[in-house]
C-alpha cells in the first residue's frame, strides 16, 4: 500500500519567510501528485497538480517540485503572509488506485506577523 | 455554481441508528468520492463511483453503503452507526478538466455516541 508522508507535522514561521513543506511516498509509480490546503473546520481546495511526466508546477507564491525516483515532491511558499496560515496535504494517485488518492497526514502552517 | 456541496453540515446520532449523508456537484463530473478524516489518520477513502451506475469499495468500506443517484448525486449511508464512525466526512468529485484535480465538498461533522 502507498504510504505518503510529510514533513513536518506543524511548522510556525514569521511573515516574510520562505518555507519548504516536504512529502514523501514509497511506491515510485504515480501518476500524479496534489498539493491541498485545508483551513480549520472547511473543506480541501487543490493548490497544485503535478503530473508523473512533470517536474514542477507553479502558481503565484507556490511551487511544487516532483522527484518521482527519489519519491518526493516539496511544496515552496514565497514570502509566506498569514494568510497562508492553513494545513497543508500531499495527496498521491497511484497508477492502479482506480483513481483514489492516497493523502498524507498533513503539515499545520502558521505564519505570524 | 455551488461546486460540491454537501448535507447536513453537522449530526449527532447514537449507537444504532442509521442516517444518509448527501452530496451533490454541478460541475458535469464522472467521478465521485467518499473520504472521512480522522485526527492523526488523515483521509481515508470510504467509496467511490467512476462514472453513474457503478461504485468500488475503497480503503475502509465497513459499515457503510452508497449510491450513485445520478450524475449529479452520491449519498452514503450508515445503517447502524457506531461510535468508531465519529469523523468529518468528505465528498469529492473530478473531471477532467485541469488534469485530474478534485474538488471537494465542505463535509459534514458526524458525532456517534
Known amino acids: 500500500k502507498q504510504e505518503v508522508t510529510q514533513i513536518p507535522a506543524a511548522l510556525s514561521v514569521p511573515e516574510g519567510e520562505n518555507l519548504v513543506l516536504n512529502c514523501s511516498f514509497t511506491d515510485s509509480a504515480i501518476y500524479n501528485l496534489q498539493w491541498f490546503r485545508q483551513d480549520p473546520g472547511k473543506g480541501l481546495t487543490s493548490l497544485l497538480l503535478?503530473?508523473?511526466?512533470?517536474r514542477e508546477q507553479t502558481s503565484g507564491r507556490l511551487n511544487a517540485s516532483l522527484d518521482k525516483s527519489s519519491g518526493r515532491s516539496t511544496l515552496y511558499i514565497a514570502a509566506s503572509q498569514p494568510g497562508d496560515s492553513a494545513t497543508y496535504l500531499c495527496?498521491?494517485?497511484?497508477?492502479?488506485?482506480?483513481?483514489?488518492?492516497?493523502f498524507g497526514k498533513g503539515t499545520s502552517l502558521l505564519v505570524t506577523p | 455554481n455551488a461546486g460540491v456541496t454537501q448535507t447536513p453540515k453537522f449530526q449527532v446520532l447514537k449507537t444504532g441508528q442509521s442516517m444518509t449523508l448527501q452530496c451533490a456537484q454541478d460541475m458535469n463530473h464522472n467521478s465521485m468520492y467518499w473520504y472521512r478524516q480522522d485526527p492523526g489518520m488523515g483521509l481515508r477513502l470510504i467509496y467511490y463511483s467512476a462514472s453513474e451506475g457503478t461504485t468500488d469499495k475503497g480503503e475502509v468500506p465497513n459499515g457503510y453503503n452508497v449510491s450513485r443517484l445520478n450524475k449529479r448525486e452520491f449519498s452514503l449511508r450508515l445503517e447502524s452507526a457506531a461510535p468508531s464512525q465519529t469523523s468529518v466526512y468528505f465528498c469529492?468529485?473530478?473531471?477532467?478538466?485541469?488534469?485530474?484535480?478534485?474538488?471537494f465538498g465542505p463535509g459534514t461533522r458526524l458525532t456517534v455516541l
Open positions: 469529492a468529485s473530478r473531471g477532467a478538466d485541469r488534469g485530474d484535480t478534485q474538488y
Open positions: 503535478i503530473q508523473s511526466s512533470q
Open positions: 495527496a498521491v494517485r497511484h497508477w492502479n488506485s482506480g483513481y483514489a488518492l492516497n
